[in-house]
């Protein structure tokens, strides 16, 4: 069964984005956005990386080699209703690099099918994990996207606002890897060991491959808050037993 990938090479053909729902509350790409001055509502296609993935050295080989993962669209949503123009090049690009793997979420699975090329044959190196935050995110996003023949359905349950039952879709044996991320940066909520060991549970009574990514500001366990710096969140993450 094929898993997420680590991060490779981040390959961001689109900026900004539209929020569509309580998971965007506190969207890291409007957060670092306004770090810089800017506003991630202005969505733009990029200039000098939007071929990233078919870039070659002076040499003609590919700058990217073989085996690369491109962790595609993260300053975005590659489904993003303003990028339609632009999604078929972005399409072709992958069409080229069938020798290397592209990773990537989507908070709008609704739009996988009437967006997805023809020819998907050549599409087996393309992962799509789709985000719900909570309860009604999940029973909104994923009968759709589980529905849709792909080579990997990933679920991010993340930013994790509550406990979520994903056992109606974990049972369709569709699922590749469920990955449980609580929030960061400006505003984050508090995420609660007892929603993410919830999540954990359902995933090894279903044999899916389960992945605690990072705790989130505010880590609550054993009736306290603990605030996690940015830097430890993944490292906590990994130490936290959840038998
Ligand atoms: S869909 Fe993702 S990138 Fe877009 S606003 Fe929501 S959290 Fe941000």
Sequence with gaps: MRMLPNADVYWNPWHGCRKVSEGCKNCYVY????????????????????????TRTREGVFKHPKGTTFMTCFNSDFFLEDAD????????????????????????PERIAQNFP???????????????????AADRRLPGFLSFDLPYHGIMVGPILETVDLRPYLATGKVNQVTVSGES????????????????????????????????????????IHHVARAKQRSLAKTIVFE
């Design 118 to 136: 023809e020819d998907r044959e050549h599409f087996q190196h393309l992962m799509i994990g789709v985000s719900t935050e909570n309860q009604a």
């Design 85 to 108: 123009p632009w999604r078929p090049e972005a399409w072709d690009i992958m069409r080229q690099r069938q020798d290397c793997a592209f990773f990537l979420m989507t908070k709008r």
């Design 185 to 224: 940066y400006e505003g984050a909520r508090v995420t609660r060991y007892d929603d993410v060991r919830s999540i954990y549970l359902q995933c090894k009574e279903f044999n899916v491959p389960f992945h605690f990514l990072q705790t989130g500001n505010l880590w609550f366990q054993d009736g306290e």
């Design 31 to 54: 957060f670092l956005d306004r770090r810089y001055g800017r506003d991630a509502s202005v969505i733009f296609r990029t200039k000098t990386v939007f071929n990233l993935p078919i």
